[in-house]
T-cell receptor, first 116, second 114 residues
Framework: EAGVTQFPSHSVIEKGQTVTLRCDPISGHDNLYWYRRVMGKEIKFLLHFVKESKQDESGMPNNRFLAERTGGTYSTLKVQPAELEDSGVYFC??????????????FGNGTRLTVT | SQQGEEDPQALSIQEGENATMNCSYKTSINNLQWYRQNSGRGLVHLILIRSNEREKHSGRLRVTLDTSKKSSSLLITASRAADTASYFCATDAGIKAAGNKLTFGGGTRVLVKP
């Protein structure tokens, strides 16, 4: 079984540019999550998809961030325009069910975003 | 303030020794989980303990939970060099509908020297 894959693994962009991160969850996992860890801070929840629907996007920092999951398969997270404080590691995770008890998260290796 | 805070932030031990790290949290939970992250990799789920459980074991891992103190500990016994990683505790939102919306602590970096 392939794990959660994220692309790219690293991205270096200039302030004001646009970056799109992609996540391919484990096949059959309806639940997809985005988390991020900015430098020196905790890993924080961004949003949760159930299939193609946004279940919870309360963690999205502002309207420069747009997440989509067309068709309920892979997801993209676009940052436009990028700011310096967006630098960090963006993790995608998926789970088969929606319960934290019987469906632990499977994480990808993350995308390290550097905004200069 | 943080929901989950790990203590210590970093730990260096010799192979064969035990490693203990603690986590405190602030709000009600349904369960608490521990994850491991090797450098440059994603987080790997280690163990989950429910709010009505006090202790749980999985191989060389032992987790305790004290809901009255809102704290948990993770013990790794007979550590190996391969245990070198960062360890994170994560709490759920205390609401079943929130699923895997987790709050992570800052992590404990563990270095096991051969």
């Amino acid at each position: 079984e392939a794990g959660v894959t994220q692309f790219p693994s690293h991205s270096v962009i200039e302030k004001g540019q646009t970056v799109t991160l992609r996540c391919d969850p484990i096949s059959g996992h309806d639940n997809l999550y985005w988390y991020r860890r900015v430098m020196g801070k905790e890993i924080k929840f961004l949003l949760h998809f159930v299939k193609e629907s946004k279940q919870d996007e309360s963690g999205m920092p502002n309207n420069r961030f747009l997440a989509e999951r067309t068709g309920g398969t892979y997801s993209t997270l676009k940052v436009q325009p990028a700011e310096l404080e967006d630098s960090g590691v963006y993790f995608c995770a998926s789970s088969q069910g929606g319960s934290s008890y019987n469906s632990p998260l499977h994480f990808g290796n993350g995308t390290r975003l550097t905004v200069t | 303030s943080q929901q989950g805070e790990e203590d210590p932030q970093a730990l260096s031990i010799q192979e064969g020794e035990n490693a203990t790290m603690n986590c405190s949290y602030k709000t009600s939970i349904n369960n608490l989980q521990w994850y491991r992250q090797n450098s440059g990799r994603g987080l790997v789920h280690l163990i989950l303990i429910r709010s009505n459980e006090r202790e749980k074991h999985s191989g060389r891992l032992r987790v305790t939970l004290d809901t009255s103190k809102k704290s948990s500990s993770l013990l790794i016994t007979a550590s190996r060099a391969a245990d070198t990683a960062s360890y994170f505790c994560a709490t759920d939102a205390g609401i079943k509908a929130a699923g895997n919306k987790l709050t992570f602590g800052g992590g404990t970096r563990v270095l096991v020297k051969p």
